[in-house]
């Protein structure tokens, strides 16, 4: 293969284009708070919020650009290209570890019907890395009962991993070492992603057309959410995430994302680029690569690879968190995962801009410690400010008063609201524009979710701010947060489960807000909107946890399901029945 | 392939059968490199210098 997939230029004019605009917005919100903050003279506390703003403004300027570079639709749609007979050999993998079987076979049960309706011969293997041996005897079960009922024999598989070395990397590694010759093309899925056969059949048929693409990610759509946050998540997903993955599409061209399933592979370039290595020393930062997809893509990218994003790309689906405590389990290790890639951002040979999406991985999430660390310094400028000099020159007969700031710090904290609001208040005008608003329950109801999701991720983004602070704070002091299983299905808390997880939220809250008040309460009005949320952490984590009914947040995956969903929900039912006759279902999968 | 092989007699339950296993077509997956060597470069040297004492503290 030829070295890595070098830019073309609308891809290179949009990447300077979208960092020109980071630069430019934090450029302008520092010079707005210089202005304002250094009246009185230069002081250490307002260079580092001076630099501290720039920093968190440039971030945020970044996200609103993705969202503004994928607003424009495409000029074609994505149409797939026809299948070349014979079609290669294909394999869906399934990793599980500690999953519900009875859910999870019911997905592969649907998925296997839309395979074989869409004419396609695949085959799907489940690879357990299931601890449990209690745990592992159901999924035996339920497998042999799957077998049974879809006749299924010779095209699906079970194996069970005993050594879990590696986790899912790991899993799917010792697949691609014991079976990998067997396949073209691998399908990744996560264990709650469901797929269309016809989208397998557009995966396939893409990898045909193009020998040089390694892998193709589609963006999986959020079904299934029944609470407040799950709901808004998923509505979020559906309404906002296609544009801001446009927008990530175009501007990492060749060198694009994988986020670790629902996507197809070419096994062969899989295999010789993606093998990875142990990083010595222990966890947080050693061992096993956590947030192995990154490094995959960026590996398959030195080895030549194309790695693409298509967001056109429908029939893709996945379940998401139900309840911020679930939320804030799998961004612990997301977050981990990404931190530990700063140990990779000097690995040799990878894309300048396979670098660049390390970093801005990392800064995902320390950008949660910057803007905390911003208050602080906001708060330490204030209170160690020296008192206004009213007759800075001797014998001076009239006082002078310092010019009232007021105007630059309201035009930097509205510049910073259009650049969190913007991207969202952009996307639904141009979906009312082109009548996609109408998948979503019409104009009006469209614009009802799109409002009601930005107060409820501002009422729940202090929170969130806390659990990444949180997160970061004990991946830097060296504590491994493991992998713990996913939760998944009902995701309803109780009061007191609330409390006691949102309790330090609340006590920080309390005490940021009294010290304010006591230190410079001037500034308390500002840190309001921190605060309250904060004050308010155990209400807001069990409130949204709670189921809400349809109507708010409509999607459209939820008013015109698709086959596949509904075909998962048929088998949901009927495998969570005792089978009528156990021990032949058992024998008849022999 | 008979029910004894896919049903333990004591627990009642599915005994892993060996037709459940993908089939077997070994593939070479030989190990990256990712991390930079020790000699190479402002970053890896940075990176090492940020990380590695937290990470045995």
């Known amino acids: ?590 | 392939m008979s029910a004894e092989r896919l049903i333990d007699s004591q627990t009642v339950t599915a005994v892993e059968a060996a037709h459940w296993a993908p089939p077997v077509a070994p593939m070479d997956m030989p190990r990256q490199l990712l991390e930079a060597p020790h000699h190479a470069g402002v970053i890896a040297w940075l990176t090492r210098l940020l990380l590695r004492p937290v990470q045995h503290g």
């Open chain 1, 1 to 590: 293969m030829a070295r890595v997939p070098v830019p073309d230029f609308p891809t290179l004019t949009l990447r300077t284009a979208a960092i020109g605009f980071a630069v430019l917005a934090a450029g302008a919100a520092a010079a707005l708070l210089a202005a304002a903050s250094t009246e009185d003279g230069v002081h250490l506390w307002d260079v580092v919020r001076t630099t501290l703003i720039f920093v968190t403004t440039a971030w945020l300027a970044w996200g609103a650009a993705g969202a503004f570079v994928g607003l424009p639709n495409r000029r074609h749609r994505s149409v797939p290209p026809p299948l070349t007979l014979p079609q290669p050999p294909t394999v869906v993998l399934v990793p599980i570890c500690n999953e519900d079987p009875v859910t999870t076979f019911a997905r592969i049960a649907a998925m296997d019907g839309s395979i074989r309706a869409a004419g396609l011969s695949v085959d799907i293997a489940i690879l357990s890395d299931t601890r449990d041996d209690l745990a592992a005897a159901r999924e035996r079960d339920t497998f042999a009962r799957l077998l049974a009922e879809t006749d299924g024999a010779g095209r699906l598989f079970y194996r069970r991993r005993m050594d879990n070395r590696g986790r899912k990397a790991g899993n799917i590694e010792d697949f691609i070492r014991t079976s990998g010759g067997a396949y073209h093309f691998a399908v990744i899925l996560d264990a709650d992603s469901l797929m269309e056969g016809e989208t397998i059949r557009h995966l396939i048929a893409r990898m045909q057309a193009d020998p040089k693409l390694g892998l193709l990610q589609t963006l999986p759509k959020i079904i299934g959410a029944r609470s407040l946050f799950g709901r808004a998540m998923q509505f979020s997903a559906a309404f906002h995430a296609p544009v801001f993955a446009r927008g990530l599409a175009r501007m990492q061209g060749a060198t694009g994302p994988f986020w670790g399933h629902n996507a197809i592979v070419r096994v062969k370039a899989f295999a010789e680029s993606c093998g990875l290595p142990a990083l010595d020393g222990p966890p947080p930062f050693g061992g096993h690569i956590l947030s192995h997809d990154y490094v995959e893509a960026a590996l398959l990218a030195r080895a030549g690879w194309k790695v693409e994003l298509d967001e056109t790309i429908e029939g893709s689906f996945e379940e998401g968190p139900d309840n911020i405590l679930a939320h804030a389990r799998r961004d612990r290790r997301w977050c981990q995962g990404n931190l530990q890639h700063a140990r990779l951002l000097a690995a040799p040979g990878l894309a300048p801009w396979s670098r660049f999406v390390f970093v801005q991985g990392i800064f995902a999430y320390v950008a949660s410690l910057f803007w905390g660390a911003f208050l602080v310094a906001s708060i330490a400028a204030t209170v160690t400010a020296p008192p206004p000099n009213y007759f800075p020159e001797p014998y001076q007969l009239f006082p002078v008063f310092p010019s009232d700031r007021t105007k630059e710090i309201v035009t930097l904290a509205l510049g910073i609201v259009g650049l969190l609001l913007l991207p969202k208040l952009s996307i639904l005008g141009a979906a009312a524009l082109s009548d996609r608003t109408r998948r979503f329950g019409g104009k009006a109801r469209a614009a009802g979710s799109v409002l009601a999701e930005i107060v409820l991720s501002s009422l729940l983004a202090p929170v969130m701010l806390m659990y990444q602070s949180r997160a970061v704070m004990q991946v830097l002091a060296g504590r491994d947060g493991g992998w713990p299983a996913n939760q998944r299905g009902e995701g309803r808390l109780g009061p007191g489960q609330s409390l006691v997880a949102g309790f330090w939220i609340f006590a920080g809250g309390a005490i940021a807000l009294a010290a304010v008040k006591m230190l410079a309460p001037s500034l308390a009005i500002w840190l309001l909107p921190i605060c309250l949320p904060m004050l308010a952490a155990p209400f807001l984590i069990w409130a949204s946890s709670h189921p809400i009914a349809r109507g708010l947040f409509t999607t459209p995956e939820e008013t015109d399901p698709s086959p596949v969903i509904r075909s998962f929900h048929r088998w949901q039912a009927c495998l969570s029945q005792p089978a009528a006759q156990p021990r032949e279902a058992l024998d008849a999968a022999a």
